[in-house]
């Protein structure tokens, strides 16, 4: 099975994105990148030297619906006219901005968050918009976890990889033992757990660091050989970067516990803590991850978990 990377440039701090051509029948687009004019152009060059154009694209799968990732989804649809777009149905960013739900706002307010800063979220989101055309549930076919993407010569099982995003999914050639993860796994950074509404009720927030690392445990018992991600380098030492994350994780639940005070603290001021100088997109990450290892503390009966009328307070357990 031919898996050809091609690099596409994005607007974002992240910097490049990774989209995979998989070059067998059905010709597959794993991710698109953000719809810009220059994504667009590097990704028919990428597809040209590999042979290909747009056109002949039969599948556009998806491993999450953030921005840098399915922008183009609806475009490169279009332009191959016969292409399905595969996305888990527990992803929510496809079809609207991710900030645009009331379940964002009470999620927000929960963590604390200043009514201005929540505002200028959602300003900062709605410019998102620009970077992705939305699909209607009807255009999209649900990736199911264990599922096998029938290729001429094989097969790619996906894996519902959640943590990241809710329905996140990774896609593993079980032939070789190579994995495509988009943002479960990447070589030089942690992904941020973002703080999500829970699909299955939205009123709840989404676990999603204890669900990440369940993930990242599931792809572990793969043993994969090479890891293809969303951003930057191949990965050819999967365990060496499983051991990496826990201990990083282990060392910010340290940090994040010993932020909690007696006269308590909502996950807002727990990420300003953390993440003093954060502006931008990183004021709404600082905050996710600050969410994700209080949750994480809390379901071990770390730290202790109380109501100040809609927002959430931490405290230290009783008797610690």
């Known amino acids: 099975m031919r898996v050809i ?57 998806l491993t999450h619906a953030h921005e840098d990732h399915c922008g183009l989804a609806k475009s490169v649809r279009d332009e191959a ?5 595969f996305v888990h149905d527990w992803e929510s960013g496809l ?40 699909l209607d549930d009807s255009d999209c076919v649900p990736l199911e976890d ?10 790619l099982r996906v894996l519902h990889t959640p943590g990241h995003t809710p329905g996140s999914c990774s896609f593993l050639r079980e032939a070789d033992r190579t994995l495509i993860a988009g943002d479960c796994v990447l070589k030089r950074i942690t992904p941020n757990p973002v703080l999500s509404p829970d699909p299955l009720d939205p009123s709840r927030r989404f676990p999603s660091l204890a669900e990440y690392m369940v993930s990242l445990a599931r792809l572990r018992e793969c043993s994969p050989t090479l890891v293809y991600g969303g951003h930057g380098d191949t990965i050819r030492d999967y365990d060496e970067l499983f051991h990496r994350y826990f201990r990083a994780f282990q060392m910010r639940q340290a940090q994040v516990i010993g932020l909690v005070k007696t006269s308590g603290v909502t996950a807002w001021e727990v990420g300003q ?43 230290p357990v009783s008797g610690h």
């Open 81 to 85: 006219k016969d292409a399905q777009v």
């Open 146 to 155: 264990e599922a096998e993407l029938e290729f001429e010569s094989g097969s």
């Open 273 to 315: 803590a953390m993440f003093p100088g954060a502006d931008d997109v990183h004021r709404f990450l600082a905050v996710s991850e600050a969410v994700a290892h209080l949750d994480l503390a809390h379901s071990e009966s770390k730290i202790a978990l109380e109501l100040s009328g809609p927002t959430e307070v931490y405290k």
């Open 95 to 134: 079809r609207h901005s991710r900030l645009q739900y009331d379940e964002h706002r009470v999620l927000l307010e929960r963590a604390g968050v200043p009514e201005k800063e929540i505002q200028w979220m959602r300003h900062m989101y709605e410019g998102m918009r620009e970077y992705a055309d939305t």
């Open 5 to 61: 990377p091609i690099s596409l440039p994005t607007p974002f701090y992240i910097g490049p994105v990774n989209v995979y051509l998989i070059a067998e029948d059905p010709i597959t687009i794993i991710d698109t990148g953000p719809k810009t004019r220059q994504t667009i152009e590097a990704l028919r060059a990428g597809l040209r030297d590999a042979g290909f154009r747009i056109s002949d694209i039969r599948r556009i799968v």
